[in-house]
């Protein structure tokens, strides 16, 4: 089937606005709500993008929204805050309002390391929201579990070499902790190619670069990036917990004791995965200094 109409639910946020460019490229209709259109200024400029005012959890209106289109892509995922609202209701809501309004295509973004055993909430959430939406009847669903995910704009590598800016020593818990990013573009391409490929229609995809760094390491690569050499300090799990438990008393928290769980996963890919269809994963080296600078 064509895809040519879209709706991004959660596609105001750092991976919709590369998402929407991407789909709008491909000359695709795309149609992203949020509930404060003035801050969605930057995708109201791309061609083929319409930014509505609307909020998705309010009764009807993730109907009225899906009704009509090719398919719709989910994008929603909080770090800490209401993980069963945001990661299975929201999910489970937008499957309904697909088969109300005959919606064929769902694309779904999960987590690397999402599982019903996970140690933290926020990865178990993931995975019941990935129940939720493979197991919805007559409707093809694909999902996509990335690392984490780096480019310009990000909240990870600009978050620490922001810190680098104003801390001489940076002390860091889970310093050890595995992770292999992965670069936005090459998310928004993966997703923009799965729209129309049959074969992706109930598959999951794991989404990752081409190395694997401790976390450690990339604060000092953002560190480095920007000029500032710091002294990175990895605490000890008791120091790390504790750290995390003080963090998450502070207004949008760095940290909290759900994330500290989560990173005692690897976030890394299997040893043999590639990115889907082909594409070619991108370094981190030949994009975070350009933006990190």
């Known amino acids: 089937m064509k895809v040519e109409n879209v709706l991004i639910v959660g596609g105001s946020g750092f991976l919709g606005r590369h998402l929407a460019a991407e789909l709008a490229r491909r000359a695709l209709r795309v149609t992203i709500p949020t509930r404060r259109r003035e801050r969605a200024k930057h995708l109201i400029v791309l061609p083929t993008v319409d930014v509505v005012e609307a909020d998705v959890n309010a009764p009807g209106v993730l109907e009225r929204l899906a009704k009509g289109r090719d398919a719709v892509i989910n ?20 499957v309904a309002a697909c088969r109300a309004g005959g919606v064929p295509r769902l694309l779904h973004v999960s987590a690397l390391g999402a599982g ?20 919805a009847a007559a409707l093809d669903v694909t999902v996509f579990r990335p690392s984490v995910v780096f480019g310009p704009e990000d909240r990870f590598l600009n978050t620490f070499a922001s810190l680098a800016r104003y801390l001489p020593v940076l002390a860091l818990a889970c310093a050890q902790a595995r992770f292999q990013p992965v670069y936005v573009g090459d998310v928004a391409r993966a997703m923009a190619q799965a729209l129309e490929k049959p074969e992706a229609h109930g598959k999951r995809y794991e989404l990752c670069g081409p190395r694997e760094y401790t976390l450690k390491a990339l604060v000092e690569y953002a560190c480095a990036a920007t000029g500032r050499h710091r002294l990175v300090l990895g605490l000890p799990p008791s120091l790390s917990y ?18 500290y769980r989560s990173m005692q996963v690897p976030n890394v890919c299997a040893q043999d995965c590639t990115l889907p269809f082909g594409l070619v994963p991108t370094a981190l080296e030949a994009v975070a200094p350009a933006y990190l600078q």
């Open 75 to 94: 994008l929603v995922g909080i770090l800490h805050g209401n993980f069963e609202r945001a990661h299975v209701e929201l999910p489970r809501a937008i």
């Open 116 to 135: 019903p055993d996970a140690p933290s909430e926020y990865l178990r959430s993931k995975a019941r929201g990935e129940e939720v939406v493979l197991g």
């Open 242 to 259: 504790l750290q995390a438990r003080l963090l998450e008393w502070s207004p949008g928290p760095l940290m909290t004791r759900d994330n």
